[in-house]
């Protein structure tokens, strides 16, 4: 048997920095002001002029506008209020640019605009995406086609470094050949997965099957090489040969919350490799007496998952080592309850707490395959709330929505005690009560200007903040702080009282900062600092690189 098309459909949810900035919204508030961008945008080797080009400019504060590049690539971005936007352009099989960025998909360059300005020749010039081309043949030879083929790298997901699938793979057509393209520069695996109809629920003898190859043909990732793909490049002759393998079986069965069969569930099969999603079976049902059978599984590291449109899921992880598996249970299991109270304490006369329903409020936990990173809060207009949510491990974050709020996440109490950064311990099918979610608007801010080796301002960075204590360095700390200098050359950083570093730098890839490794490199060149309760700090900073590591 052959193994099933590759896919990543993995939600990822990347949690907001601890300054209390506003989660990202869904509907970024409307240009409603008098200043204006123009520019043109051209293919950077040979400067044609592109159209249909997407170019954005977009504000912190959630304002931007949108448009599209002529026959001439000139663009024009108008209603804009005054502010400070960036300005990025996009097209299909083309890298991502921003105006001004010192490297390719990097943040760029902020442009302050006042109410009225028209802000001429703000041109880009974009490049080409990169791609990948061969062929792949099995153990004899002979061209293989329906193989999925795909190019992955690592990126910053969750606070740390996975692998993950990058640009558009493809099938390989009838002489084996394959395409992956729009790839942005980087290092890339090559994966190639044999396509097949499905065999979940179909007892079969047939024992031959092909392993997830990887380039130039093994099946370990340890053993892989990567390719590094410039700008515009396509690395051609990239072949594999696929590795035949015995496959096993694996069955068992699946129940819903009741413990009656989960008939008309949908099961399949996911392979992990390295937290990644490899490749997965095409769902089928669930036999109305619940028993299943998946074939065609070869070894390795398996999420094996039952699941409706409603929701409801059940899983099971399963190492494959040739032998067939016959005791799989899947039992799906009825979700558990926090309720508690969200409170404003600590708050200065200045400004009145806003109503509790306002607030976006949920549960969040490390990603995993097949599994909501953040179960949502329903709060009641006295501050109580309720998060249905599956067992395990979670912290509970909280922001206001709808603008710039001087409320912040301060303390999550349970059972006295503040674990707002130890997290919950969730049980299957349990009610936690009397959590206590505290805002607060006080005050401790540590500010400060950054500067060059020759003590020019520069406004263009990231001032990261974070614990000196490697124990606070998770994914969801509340002792983390991203601030970038702003109009009045300052940057603004509020925190919680503590002992921190401080570290500007010129650039660096969004979401290494919640990766402990970083960190670890990051503070041999910051600054120390304690911050108390409502005290304001100022501290100046020396813009440095990103470390390489």
Not at 91 to 117: F, H
Not at 371 to 378: E, K, L, S
Not at 400 to 422: A, C, E, M
């Amino acid at each position: 048997m052959s193994r099933a098309c590759l896919c990543l459909v993995a939600s990822l949810v990347f949690p907001a920095a601890a300054n209390s900035q506003p989660p990202p919204r869904d509907n970024p508030a409307a240009a409603t002001g008098t200043a204006s961008i123009r520019g043109r945008v051209v293919e950077a080797n040979s400067g044609r002029p592109l159209s249909h080009v997407d170019v954005r400019a977009g504000s912190s504060t959630g304002q931007q506008a949108n448009g599209a590049t002529d026959g001439e690539g000139r663009y024009d971005l108008t209603g804009l209020p005054a502010g400070t936007y960036t300005v990025i352009a996009t097209k299909p099989n083309y890298v991502r640019t921003a105006w001004g960025e010192q490297r390719v998909e990097g943040p760029g360059k902020r442009i302050t605009l006042a109410e009225g300005q028209r802000l001429e020749n703000i041109d880009l010039r974009i490049t080409r995406a990169g791609a990948i081309t061969g062929k792949i043949v099995d153990e004899f030879g002979d061209p293989v086609s329906d193989v999925f083929v795909s190019a992955m790298r690592y990126q910053y997901v969750q606070g740390s470094r996975r692998l993950m699938t990058s640009g558009r793979g493809g099938s390989t057509n009838d002489i084996g050949e394959f395409r992956a393209y729009g790839l942005s520069p980087g290092q890339y695996y090559v994966s190639a997965t044999l396509r097949s109809t499905p065999v979940a629920g179909v007892d079969t003898s047939d024992r031959t099957g092909y392993a997830a190859t990887f380039y130039p043909g093994t099946g370990s990732l340890a053993e892989a090489q990567r390719l590094a793909i410039e700008p515009g490049q396509t690395a051609a002759g990239i072949n594999l040969t696929l590795l035949p393998i015995r496959t096993a079986k694996v069955s068992g069965l699946a129940l819903d919350a009741d413990g009656k069969p989960f008939a008309g569930a949908m099961i399949g099969a996911i392979q992990r490799v390295g937290g990644t999603q490899m490749g997965g079976f095409t769902l089928v049902p669930v036999p109305p007496d619940g028993r299943f059978t998946i074939n065609g599984l070869t070894p390795g590291e398996y999420t094996v998952r039952a699941s409706v449109p409603s929701g409801e899921m059940a899983t099971a992880d399963i190492t494959v080592a040739g032998a067939d598996i016959s005791d799989v249970h899947l039992v799906v299991a009825k979700p558990s309850i926090i309720r508690g109270r969200v409170v404003f304490a600590g708050a200065t006369a200045a400004t009145n707490p806003p109503s509790p329903t306002v607030l976006d409020l949920g549960a969040v936990r490390d990603w995993q395959m097949g599994q909501n990173v953040r179960a949502p809060a329903r709060i009641r207009d006295d501050g109580t709330f309720e998060i249905s949510l599956p067992a395990g491990h979670v912290l509970l974050r909280a922001a206001p929505t709808g603008g710039q709020s001087p409320w912040r996440l301060n303390r999550v109490v349970f059972q006295d005690i503040d674990v707002g950064d130890s997290g919950i311990d969730v049980a299957p099918n349990v009610t936690i009560e009397n959590v206590i979610v505290e805002m607060t608007n006080r005050t401790n801010e540590a500010s400060g200007r950054v500067t060059d080796a020759d003590g020019t301002t520069v406004r263009d960075c990231f001032v990261i903040v974070f614990a000196q204590d490697p124990a606070r360095w998770t994914v969801q700390t509340r002792y983390l702080a991203i601030a970038r200098p702003g109009q009045d050359d300052l940057f603004r950083a509020r925190l919680l009282p503590g002992d921190y570093y401080a570290v500007a730098m010129s650039d660096v890839e969004p979401g290494a900062w919640m990766d402990s490794e970083f960190l670890s490199h990051a503070r041999d060149r910051a600054t120390k600092f304690t911050i108390a309760d409502g005290e304001k700090k100022s501290i100046d900073l020396k813009v440095t690189q990103a470390p390489v590591f």
